[in-house]
C-alpha cells in the first residue's frame, strides 16, 4: 500500500500565497523508487487538469495558466513534492491532488493519487 497525503490548502485572498505539500508513504523501499510526481486541479463539472509535473531529474512542466506564478519542487529524502502558488487568483480556485508513479514490490510501477486539499481564493 501506498499514501499520498496533501496538506497546505485553505482561503486566501487574490494575490496572496499557499504552499501545498504532499508526502508519499507505506510501502516504498527507497525515495529512489518515486519517478514523476506532479499537482493536478479539478472544479465541479469539469475534468481534472494538470497544473505541474516534476521528474526525478527535476526537468519541470507547467500548465500555461500558472507559469510563472506556481513553483513546483521535491525531496527525495523526504519523499515530498510541493508546489508554492503565489499570485493567487479566484480561478484557482480548486481541489488539488497530489499524483506519483512509484515502485513497489507488490505493482511495480503505478500510479498513485492524494485525496485532495481545497484551495479557495476569495476575497
Known amino acids: 500500500q501506498v499514501q499520498l497525503v496533501e496538506s497546505g490548502g485553505g482561503l486566501v485572498q487574490p494575490g496572496g500565497s499557499l504552499k501545498l505539500s504532499c508526502v508519499a508513504s507505506?510501502?516504498?523501499?527507497?525515495?529512489?523508487?518515486?519517478?514523476?510526481m506532479a499537482w493536478y486541479r479539478q472544479v465541479p463539472e469539469k475534468e481534472r487538469e494538470l497544473v505541474a509535473s516534476i521528474t526525478r531529474s527535476v526537468y519541470t512542466n507547467y500548465a500555461n495558466s500558472v507559469k510563472g506564478r506556481f513553483t513546483i519542487s521535491r525531496d527525495d529524502v523526504k519523499m515530498t513534492v510541493y508546489l508554492q502558488m503565489d499570485s493567487l487568483k479566484p480561478e484557482d480556485t480548486a481541489v488539488y491532488y497530489c499524483?506519483?508513479?512509484?515502485?513497489?514490490?507488490?505493482?511495480?510501477?503505478?500510479?498513485?493519487w492524494g485525496r485532495g486539499t481545497q484551495v479557495t481564493v476569495s476575497s
Open positions: 507505506g510501502r516504498i523501499a527507497s525515495f529512489y523508487d518515486i519517478y514523476d
Open positions: 499524483f506519483a508513479q512509484i515502485v513497489t514490490a507488490a505493482a511495480g510501477i503505478a500510479g498513485y
